[in-house]
């Protein structure tokens, strides 16, 4: 099998896509698909059509049994039954689309902590291997870490994070009164949204949207912005900081994506899902169940990720990325997968039934994401040694099933890059500037040869042409000297194009970035430039942008709201997407949605999101579905920002 390693598999997806997807590897594998009679998600949308514009512009209430109501947003009716008219009927959507997803960052990060908390005493089948983390988060928390064991410090550090949830005063989240930016904290004080508990939060906003109570769409929307910072810190923050803690701060790592990374002679175990207590230990007894692989007469064992538990273990263990939401069936598809494991969050309920038709087992993790035809191995921290030997050996077991004349892996497979962690570009910039390791950063953005940054998050959504307007806007915004930043499946997407590499400064960056990226990558001694687009991590890792802006700030003395950066959601799909951009705005950030969020029914929703709330925290939403223009818009911002600061 060829596999090829250079770029220009982009523009060979371009002229081989249809409106699916610019991959090739994925538009191969939907050829395979459908000669193969496989339904995938792309057959089930076209089976939506058309959906409900009620739904689409948010104004479709089902939040009592009088409904569901609907109101018209050209005639009659102007009011559900109740009274509530579309200002109300789509805020109180907002609040709730947030709380959901601010409910699955909050109990990911809950489950960590209990992790962290069982490795701390002894307890659990996890060492803690993230000495250093330990440091950093415990000055940050006033907790002593000077001649105390690390366990102690850890458990300790764990305690204060199930503080937080069992909150009854009036008191802010002390994790996030320690690790955001206080001139933030003071301005969220202000607006009296500085959420306590999150547990808590999440209660009263579903209690709030309940029939019968809030009727006032401002009201709802400042609750928004609180449920953002619920998502924030009880969820991103406290997530990744004590992920770090347990499996330690990631850094700069070589691996490679797209399906092609699947192997033809070996166990192909894919790991999905988002909770790196589950594939960190699928990682560990893979290596160390490879020779039982090979008696079998497989070469080995190939791991590969999907969504952003192919991320966590991209960064943490450089094991390759197989796809991003968009793929997660054309693996399966790919008939070389012997296991699937997902934990939770973003896994289809499809995937079982494509899994059917090959050789492919699924295994579920968790208690809260089963699948009816799944097999079902719940981790706790007590047996995880022993679930992850056992899914692996069931992966091994199921070698001598594969069927060779179902096996089509394509031959897409890039080099990329993972593992830059706010410490690890730190230190490849104290290599310039050890004192101050920002200062060469800073420097360059003054001068213009870094122009400005631009986080890009977020998922695929099946409304629209996968990976395409991702590449298109950060194509334009590298050429225009931006650095970007990349989490969750758009940072798949990026490392499947060659963003993620060394040659990926010459192929896409200006010549002003170009510079930079060399100097630094020299200097840090990579022998080769930094890549122009730096992965990040996980959805959850999106914190580790909030900590880059909020040392630039703190560096500057200025508001994160004055920095010349902008976010984007290029192809958002799912509800921790619109929480995770409520917390960037509230952040001050100009946050792009590349998809139509359904608020467009309220004329009130819209103008507040896009345009009021910049006057009270300082950044606010665009929605944009043209990639140019969406990263236009964004220079546009980034050159009025650095106006303002004289640069
Ligand atoms: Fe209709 Fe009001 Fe009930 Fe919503 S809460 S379903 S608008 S009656
Ligand atoms: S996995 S939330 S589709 S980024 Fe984090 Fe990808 Fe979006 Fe899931």
Known sequence: MSN????????????????????????????????????TIHDRYAQQLPQCGFGDLGICCRNCLQGPCRVNPFGEPKEGICG???????????????????????DHSYMAIHCLKEAAL?????????????????????????????????????????????????????????????????????????PTNPDREVRVAMHQTTMGVDGSPVNLLLSSLKAGLVDGYGGLQMGTDVQDILFGIPEPVKSEANLGVLS????????????????????????????????????????????????????????????NYLSQELAIITGAVELMVVDVQCFMPSITKVASCYHTKVVTT?????????????????????????????????????????????AYRCEAWGGFSVESIVGALSALDAEQPLKPLVDNIVAGNVFGAVGVVGCNNVKIRQDYQTVEMIKHLLANNVLVVATGCTAIALAKYGFMTPEGAEMYAGDGLKAV?????????????????LHMGSCVDNSRIGDLLGALAGYLGVSIADLPVAASAPELQHEKAVSIGTWAV?????????????????????????????????????????????ADIMLEHIAAKRKALGI
């Open 264 to 323: 033809s002679d070996k166990v192909n175990i894919v790991v999905h899902g988002h909770m790196p207590e589950i594939s960190e230990k699928i990682v560990e007894w893979s290596k160390k169940l490879e020779g039982e692989a090979i008696a079998v007469g497989a070469a080995g064992i190939q791991l590969a990720g999907i969504c952003c538990s192919g991320n966590e273990i991209l960064m943490r263990q450089g094991v390759p990325l197989a796809g």
């Open 122 to 194: 002894g307890k659990a089948d996890y060492e803690i291997k993230g000495a250093a983390k330990i440091k950093t988060v415990a000055a940050k928390l006033g907790i002593p870490y000077e001649g105390r064991p690390d366990n102690e410090v850890a458990a300790e550090i764990a305690d204060v994070a199930f503080a937080d949830f069992g909150n009854t005063t009036s008191e802010p989240m002390r994790w996030l009164t320690a690790t955001a930016p206080q001139e933030r904290v003071d301005k969220w004080a202000e607006l009296g949204i500085l």
């Open 4 to 39: 090829h390693h250079d770029h220009s598999h982009y523009t060979e997806g371009i002229m081989f896509a249809d409106d699916r997807s610019v991959d090739p590897a994925v538009v191969e594998m939907l050829h395979k698909a459908k000669k193969e009679h496989i339904e």
């Open 586 to 630: 509230a952040l001050g950030v100009l946050t792009h949605c590349g998809v139509v969020p359904p608020i467009l029914g309220s004329p009130l929703v819209t103008k507040v999101l896009t345009d009021d709330v910049e006057g009270l925290v300082g950044g606010k939403f665009f929605v944009e579905l043209d990639p140019i223009k969406s």
């Open 517 to 533: 990226l060399t100097a630094v990558g020299e200097a840090a001694g990579l022998g080769a430039p930094l890549p122009p687009v």
């Open 366 to 410: 968790t208690p809260i994401g089963q699948l009816p035809d799944a097999e079902h191995f719940p981790f706790t921290p007590d047996t995880a040694d022993e679930k992850a030997a056992a899914i692996v050996r069931m992966a091994i077991a199921n070698y001598a099933n594969r069927d060779p004349r179902k096996v089509q892996i394509p």
């Open 84 to 106: 509530a008219d579309a200002d109300l009927i789509v805020a109180r959507n907002l609040l709730r689309t947030i709380v959901g997803g601010a409910s699955s960052h909050v």
